[in-house]
Protein backbone atom coordinates (compact mmCIF):
# COMPACT_ATOMS: atom_id res chain seq x y z
CA UNK A 1 0.00 0.00 0.00
CA UNK A 2 1.18 3.50 -1.03
CA UNK A 3 2.03 6.37 2.04
CA UNK A 4 -0.91 8.35 -0.05
CA UNK A 5 -3.39 5.35 0.09
CA UNK A 6 -4.90 5.98 3.44
CA UNK A 7 -5.44 9.74 2.57
CA UNK A 8 -6.92 8.72 -0.34
CA UNK A 9 -9.61 6.34 1.05
CA UNK A 10 -10.67 8.60 4.04
CA UNK A 11 -11.28 11.61 1.79
CA UNK A 12 -13.46 9.56 -0.15
CA UNK A 13 -15.29 8.28 2.87
CA UNK A 14 -15.94 11.43 4.22
CA UNK A 15 -16.51 13.34 0.18
CA UNK A 16 -19.49 10.41 -0.78
CA UNK A 17 -22.38 10.03 1.26
CA UNK A 18 -23.71 7.63 -1.68
CA UNK A 19 -21.66 5.76 -4.03
CA UNK A 20 -24.09 6.05 -6.58
CA UNK A 21 -24.41 2.13 -6.94
CA UNK A 22 -28.31 1.68 -6.17
CA UNK A 23 -29.82 -1.22 -5.23
CA UNK A 24 -29.24 -3.97 -8.23
CA UNK A 25 -26.98 -7.40 -7.43
CA UNK A 26 -23.61 -6.93 -9.54
CA UNK A 27 -20.34 -8.80 -9.47
CA UNK A 28 -17.37 -7.70 -8.32
CA UNK A 29 -15.90 -7.23 -11.56
CA UNK A 30 -18.70 -4.57 -12.03
CA UNK A 31 -18.40 -2.90 -8.67
CA UNK A 32 -14.70 -2.46 -8.62
CA UNK A 33 -14.39 -0.13 -11.63
CA UNK A 34 -17.61 2.24 -10.55
CA UNK A 35 -15.77 2.68 -7.17
CA UNK A 36 -12.47 3.08 -9.12
CA UNK A 37 -14.58 6.11 -10.95
CA UNK A 38 -15.32 7.92 -7.79
CA UNK A 39 -11.69 7.50 -6.60
CA UNK A 40 -10.44 9.25 -9.39
CA UNK A 41 -13.01 12.14 -9.13
CA UNK A 42 -12.04 12.87 -5.53
CA UNK A 43 -8.42 12.41 -6.58
CA UNK A 44 -8.82 15.28 -9.26
CA UNK A 45 -11.27 17.32 -7.65
CA UNK A 46 -8.76 17.93 -4.38
CA UNK A 47 -6.08 18.96 -6.97
CA UNK A 48 -4.10 15.56 -7.54
CA UNK A 49 -3.26 13.67 -10.60
CA UNK A 50 -4.82 10.44 -10.99
CA UNK A 51 -1.17 8.86 -11.36
CA UNK A 52 -0.71 9.73 -7.67
CA UNK A 53 -1.63 6.20 -6.92
CA UNK A 54 -2.75 3.05 -8.37
CA UNK A 55 -6.37 3.96 -8.46
CA UNK A 56 -7.17 0.20 -8.74
CA UNK A 57 -5.68 -0.65 -5.99
CA UNK A 58 -6.96 1.59 -3.64
CA UNK A 59 -10.77 0.76 -5.64
CA UNK A 60 -10.05 -2.97 -4.93
CA UNK A 61 -9.23 -1.90 -0.52
CA UNK A 62 -12.05 0.16 -0.49
CA UNK A 63 -14.31 -2.75 -2.21
CA UNK A 64 -12.94 -5.35 0.72
CA UNK A 65 -13.07 -3.10 3.30
CA UNK A 66 -16.97 -2.07 2.52
CA UNK A 67 -17.47 -5.70 2.27
CA UNK A 68 -15.92 -6.24 5.98
CA UNK A 69 -18.18 -3.80 7.85
CA UNK A 70 -21.50 -5.70 5.39
CA UNK A 71 -21.96 -2.42 3.60
CA UNK A 72 -22.98 -5.00 0.49
CA UNK A 73 -25.09 -7.73 1.19
CA UNK A 74 -23.49 -11.05 -1.10
CA UNK A 75 -25.15 -13.88 -2.35
CA UNK A 76 -22.91 -16.76 -3.76
CA UNK A 77 -24.81 -19.27 -6.50
CA UNK A 78 -23.38 -22.53 -8.34
CA UNK A 79 -22.06 -21.97 -11.61
CA UNK A 80 -22.69 -17.84 -11.64
CA UNK A 81 -20.33 -16.94 -9.19
CA UNK A 82 -20.49 -14.47 -5.99
CA UNK A 83 -23.08 -10.89 -6.50
CA UNK A 84 -23.32 -7.97 -4.42
CA UNK A 85 -25.57 -5.61 -3.53
CA UNK A 86 -24.93 -2.30 -1.72
CA UNK A 87 -26.84 -1.34 1.71
CA UNK A 88 -26.84 2.08 2.26
CA UNK A 89 -27.46 2.38 4.97
CA UNK A 90 -25.25 0.09 6.50
CA UNK A 91 -22.66 2.14 4.90
CA UNK A 92 -23.82 5.02 6.23
CA UNK A 93 -23.42 3.58 9.90
CA UNK A 94 -19.94 2.89 8.53
CA UNK A 95 -19.26 6.34 7.84
CA UNK A 96 -20.52 7.98 11.65
CA UNK A 97 -18.23 5.19 12.79
CA UNK A 98 -15.46 6.08 10.53
CA UNK A 99 -15.92 9.87 10.92
CA UNK A 100 -15.26 9.07 15.08
CA UNK A 101 -12.64 7.33 14.68
CA UNK A 102 -10.14 8.04 11.54
CA UNK A 103 -7.34 10.13 12.89
CA UNK A 104 -6.74 11.61 8.85
CA UNK A 105 -10.48 12.35 8.51
CA UNK A 106 -10.59 13.92 12.30
CA UNK A 107 -7.52 15.99 10.69
CA UNK A 108 -9.16 16.71 7.80
CA UNK A 109 -12.49 18.23 9.93
CA UNK A 110 -10.03 20.62 12.47
CA UNK A 111 -8.09 22.03 9.63
CA UNK A 112 -10.13 22.50 7.18
CA UNK A 113 -10.87 22.10 3.25
CA UNK A 114 -7.18 22.56 1.95
CA UNK A 115 -6.03 19.69 4.20
CA UNK A 116 -6.11 17.23 1.77
CA UNK A 117 -4.68 19.39 -1.36
CA UNK A 118 -1.92 20.06 1.23
CA UNK A 119 -1.90 16.20 1.66
CA UNK A 120 -1.38 15.74 -2.14
CA UNK A 121 0.89 18.67 -3.03
CA UNK A 122 3.19 17.21 0.21
CA UNK A 123 3.05 14.01 -1.24
CA UNK A 124 4.18 14.61 -4.34
CA UNK A 125 6.72 17.01 -3.63
CA UNK A 126 8.32 14.20 -1.94
CA UNK A 127 8.53 11.96 -4.65
CA UNK A 128 9.78 14.60 -6.97
CA UNK A 129 12.60 15.01 -4.45
CA UNK A 130 13.35 10.92 -4.32
CA UNK A 131 13.30 10.97 -8.10
CA UNK A 132 15.92 13.65 -8.13
CA UNK A 133 17.79 11.70 -5.36
CA UNK A 134 17.91 8.48 -7.25
CA UNK A 135 18.95 10.46 -10.33
CA UNK A 136 21.82 12.17 -8.69
CA UNK A 137 22.67 8.80 -6.71
CA UNK A 138 22.93 6.75 -9.87
CA UNK A 139 25.25 9.15 -11.78
CA UNK A 140 28.02 8.53 -9.28
CA UNK A 141 29.92 5.21 -11.18
CA UNK A 142 30.49 2.06 -9.27
CA UNK A 143 33.79 0.48 -10.49
CA UNK A 144 32.55 -2.87 -11.63
CA UNK A 145 35.53 -4.81 -9.14
CA UNK A 146 34.66 -5.54 -5.83
CA UNK A 147 38.43 -5.72 -4.68
CA UNK A 148 39.22 -5.23 -0.86
CA UNK A 149 40.87 -2.11 0.35
CA UNK A 150 42.95 -2.02 3.05
CA UNK A 151 42.92 0.77 5.46
CA UNK A 152 45.36 3.56 5.16
CA UNK A 153 46.66 5.61 7.98
CA UNK A 154 44.25 8.82 6.69
CA UNK A 155 41.14 6.91 7.86
CA UNK A 156 41.17 7.97 11.19
CA UNK A 157 41.00 12.02 9.83
CA UNK A 158 38.38 10.91 6.99
CA UNK A 159 35.82 9.11 9.65
CA UNK A 160 36.56 12.56 12.40
CA UNK A 161 35.42 14.62 9.20
CA UNK A 162 32.25 12.49 8.50
CA UNK A 163 31.37 13.12 11.92
CA UNK A 164 31.97 17.14 11.64
CA UNK A 165 29.34 16.36 8.38
CA UNK A 166 26.76 14.44 10.74
CA UNK A 167 27.07 17.58 13.39
CA UNK A 168 26.27 19.98 10.40
CA UNK A 169 23.63 17.95 8.85
CA UNK A 170 22.00 17.90 12.61
CA UNK A 171 22.61 21.46 12.96
CA UNK A 172 21.31 22.75 10.03
CA UNK A 173 18.09 24.71 10.21
CA UNK A 174 17.04 23.92 7.09
CA UNK A 175 15.48 26.90 5.85
CA UNK A 176 14.94 25.88 2.20
CA UNK A 177 13.47 22.18 3.47
CA UNK A 178 16.26 20.09 1.71
CA UNK A 179 16.66 18.02 4.49
CA UNK A 180 12.98 17.64 5.22
CA UNK A 181 12.39 13.47 5.62
CA UNK A 182 16.23 12.99 4.98
CA UNK A 183 18.01 14.43 8.04
CA UNK A 184 18.50 11.37 9.88
CA UNK A 185 18.27 8.81 6.97
CA UNK A 186 21.43 10.75 5.35
CA UNK A 187 23.23 10.91 8.95
CA UNK A 188 22.93 7.27 9.43
CA UNK A 189 23.92 6.49 6.13
CA UNK A 190 27.31 8.43 6.82
CA UNK A 191 27.06 6.34 10.44
CA UNK A 192 26.95 3.29 8.22
CA UNK A 193 29.59 4.36 5.94
CA UNK A 194 32.40 5.31 8.93
CA UNK A 195 32.06 1.96 10.16
CA UNK A 196 33.16 0.19 6.97
CA UNK A 197 36.58 2.50 6.89
CA UNK A 198 36.89 2.04 10.57
CA UNK A 199 37.25 -1.43 9.57
CA UNK A 200 41.30 -3.23 8.45
CA UNK A 201 40.20 -3.53 5.46
CA UNK A 202 36.46 -3.23 3.05
CA UNK A 203 34.99 -4.07 0.10
CA UNK A 204 35.06 -1.12 -2.36
CA UNK A 205 31.36 -1.36 -3.58
CA UNK A 206 30.26 -1.23 -0.16
CA UNK A 207 31.76 1.85 0.63
CA UNK A 208 30.30 3.15 -3.04
CA UNK A 209 27.10 2.35 -2.37
CA UNK A 210 26.93 3.27 1.51
CA UNK A 211 29.26 6.53 1.05
CA UNK A 212 30.36 7.80 -1.91
CA UNK A 213 27.01 7.68 -3.34
CA UNK A 214 25.54 9.66 -0.17
CA UNK A 215 28.64 12.01 -0.45
CA UNK A 216 27.92 12.43 -4.30
CA UNK A 217 23.89 13.37 -3.78
CA UNK A 218 25.24 15.89 -0.43
CA UNK A 219 27.24 17.38 -2.63
CA UNK A 220 24.96 18.19 -5.60
CA UNK A 221 22.12 19.30 -3.30
CA UNK A 222 24.00 21.38 -1.15
CA UNK A 223 26.63 22.19 -3.12
CA UNK A 224 27.14 26.04 -2.57
CA UNK A 225 26.36 25.92 0.89
CA UNK A 226 28.83 24.28 3.90
CA UNK A 227 27.35 20.58 4.28
CA UNK A 228 28.04 20.82 0.55
CA UNK A 229 31.66 22.11 0.68
CA UNK A 230 32.03 19.62 3.40
CA UNK A 231 30.92 16.49 1.25
CA UNK A 232 32.82 17.77 -1.47
CA UNK A 233 35.89 18.28 0.65
CA UNK A 234 35.36 14.61 1.39
CA UNK A 235 34.83 13.21 -1.90
CA UNK A 236 38.12 14.84 -2.65
CA UNK A 237 39.87 12.55 0.17
CA UNK A 238 38.31 9.23 -0.15
CA UNK A 239 38.08 8.63 -3.76
CA UNK A 240 42.20 8.57 -4.58
CA UNK A 241 42.31 6.22 -1.05
CA UNK A 242 39.78 3.92 -3.23
CA UNK A 243 41.46 3.69 -6.39
CA UNK A 244 38.90 5.87 -8.22
Given at each position: ?S??????????????????????????????????K?????????G????I???????????N?L???????????????????????????????H???????????RI???????V?A???G????????????????????????L???N??????E????K??I?????E???????R????????????L???PS??????????????G????E???????????K???????????
Open positions: MQIDPYIISLVYSDRAEFGLGPDFRRAEEIIPLIRIVREVVVHYAPESTDLQSVAEKIFQISVDAFQSERHDFAGVYYRFIQNRYNAFRVEAQKDKIFLASQGSRYFRDFGFLQQNAEDVEAAIRSSVVVPASDRIISTDMPSIIDLEILNADGDNDLGKLTGRERLVSEITAGQEIRAFRLKAVMHVLVTTLFIAAFAGGIIGDLAVLLEQIKPLLGI
